[in-house]
């Protein structure tokens, strides 16, 4: 295109050195909110998504999110090296930290001790995963009792934004407990005991944000960042530096303002 051949190895060392370079964590004048979440990638050397590519988001006071934490690993932990360069932006911040999760304890354990958040389990993906719980069940897909239980979940998790009145608030969320308790007992008879376990899990969590008056979302915005990372990602198998390196880059660009 420019008039002179250019090698592939002469880019992938390009890539690697300005990835190498590139530094991700919170920015104290941004909102006290953000959410994370992974993604299988694969490896080569280990068979299907070997790897676990680990994404944290902050949202934007001008709206979407930017990058602040960027790591691959295990599946169901390690997740310290996400948040490790954001600890003091944690601590500055004069409210407590939103943290919005799809459920892995595993991100709670490695912030536990240093800072303190509030947990905002994910509503979006409060419905999407049932169903993999109730095919774990071997509840038939599309019956009534499957579409019962998601259709429910998608109500409930369903929260009007900007709710003020405290009594308001203190109502929505009786009247949502007790849906999910409606939900859950004909779990418990008919022995749906994932899907049951499940819900009773994510209850705790589902409402913190209304409850302290914040906006509980109900759409995951790093499910859309997942989605340009696996448009990259998902086209071959990579050494773990090399996905997670072009994965710096193209996050950047799109995120971060970064140009190269």
């Known amino acids: 295109m420019f008039g002179w051949a250019v090698d592939k190895m002469t880019v992938w060392g390009a890539v690697q050195k300005t990835a190498s370079e590139l530094e991700f964590k919170l920015d104290g004048n941004e909102f006290p909110c953000g959410e994370a979440d992974g993604t299988g ?6 068979a299907k998504r070997g790897k676990e590519l680990k994404v944290f988001v902050q949202y934007k006071k001008s709206g979407g999110v930017r990058v602040a934490g960027l790591d691959i690993g295990n599946y169901n932990g390690a997740w310290d090296n996400l948040f490790k360069k954001s600890i003091e932006v944690f601590r500055g911040f004069r409210k407590e930290f939103i943290l ?3 459920g892995d304890t595993s991100i709670l354990d490695s912030l536990k001790g ?7 389990r994910c509503l979006w993906h409060i419905p999407y995963q049932a169903k993999y ?15 019962y239980v998601v259709s429910e979940l998608m109500e409930i998790s369903a929260i009007r934004p900007f709710v003020d009145c405290k009594k ?3 109502a929505i969320i009786e009247s949502k407990k007790k849906r999910l308790e409606e939900v859950m007992e004909p779990c418990r008879r008919k022995e749906y005991k994932h899907t049951a376990a499940y819900i009773e899990n994510a209850e705790p969590y589902m409402f913190t944000a209304i409850e302290r008056r914040l906006n509980g979302r109900t759409t995951s915005k790093v499910e859309r960042l997942m989605r340009t990372v696996n448009m990259r990602a ?3 198998k990579w050494s773990k ?3 997670l390196n072009v994965t710096k880059i193209r996050l950047a660009y799109y995120y971060n303002g970064f140009d190269a």
């Open 114 to 120: 240093k800072v303190k958040v509030i947990i905002q």
């Open 41 to 46: 990638v694969g490896i080569t050397g280990i």
């Open 100 to 102: 919005i999760t799809d």
């Open 168 to 170: 308001t608030i203190e």
């Open 234 to 236: 998902n086209v071959s």
């Open 133 to 147: 719980v109730l095919w774990q069940d071997q509840v038939k897909h599309k019956s009534s009792e499957w579409l």
């Open 241 to 243: 530096a090399g996905v």
